[in-house]
């Protein structure tokens, strides 16, 4: 069955950077891509990117570039996105899922909690 | 780029009752739309896609409408399980922009 695990909860400092993973399971990674979400407490769903698992491509929203990377290794069925100089309001949930050609988001990740503060 | 707009942005009804939650699009995004259901405290799981394809294991009561610009989710008869945020997703193309949401509610 199709999996998406994420790395643990973390707390940084404004100013740092965090790096989640998202560990694939159950289907051929390099055939789909992987977008990444986030969810701010009480709020709802933010776009934050998307990376080809085929080639490495990416593409970011205009918001974000400059302090997001997202990378895969396809020697392990996973991908990363980085995050740096952190600001208190990128305090949120943070997820992955896959993504198909002409295919929604289908499976997520269980979310990994990043929480930035002094 | 591309906005959704989805309306309203909270509702309540009584368990029975039918529930309609729009989703527009700014520019034509070629029925590429799905409907996310979030219960508190848990991942968003995919309700419906290309508009109005039911995703395997959902329930019936759920529908999707629409074409163009204009896309409609209908929950036919609110059930107590189906207290949860929606949200609308276009997947046409980059950016994946999501509506701002829905919270339906129990009267």
């Known amino acids: 069955q199709v999996q998406l695990v994420q790395s643990g909860a973390e707390v940084k400092k404004p100013g740092a950077s965090v790096k989640v993973s998202c560990k694939a399971s159950?289907?051929?990674?390099?055939?789909?891509?992987i977008i990444w979400v986030r969810q701010a407490p009480g709020q709802g769903l933010e776009w934050m990117g998307w990376i080809s698992a085929y080639n490495g491509n990416t593409h970011y929203p205009q918001k974000l570039q400059g302090r997001v990377t997202m990378t895969t290794d396809s020697s392990t069925s996973t991908a990363f996105m980085e995050l740096r100089s952190l600001r208190s309001d990128d305090t949120a949930v943070y997820y992955c899922?896959?993504?198909?050609?002409?295919?929604?988001?289908?499976?997520w990740g269980q979310g990994t909690l990043v929480t930035v503060s002094s | 780029d591309i906005q959704m707009t989805q309306s309203p942005s909270s509702l309540s009804a009584s368990g029975g009752d039918r529930v309609t939650i729009t989703c527009r699009a700014s520019?034509?995004?070629?029925?590429?739309l799905a409907w996310y259901q979030q219960k508190p405290g848990k991942v968003p799981k995919l309700l419906i896609y290309?508009?109005?394809t039911l995703q395997s294991g959902v329930p019936s009561r759920f529908s999707g409408s629409g074409s163009g610009t204009d896309f409609t989710l209908t929950i036919s008869s609110l059930q107590p399980e189906d207290v949860a945020a929606y949200y609308c997703?276009?997947?046409?193309?980059?950016?994946?922009?999501f509506g701002g949401g829905t919270k339906v509610e129990i009267k």
């Open positions: 899922a896959r993504k198909g050609e002409a295919r929604p988001p289908d499976y």
């Open positions: 290309a508009a109005s």
């Open positions: 159950g289907y051929t990674f390099t055939n789909y891509g």
């Open positions: 997703q276009k997947y046409d193309g980059v950016p994946l922009t």
């Open positions: 520019q034509g995004i070629n029925n590429y």
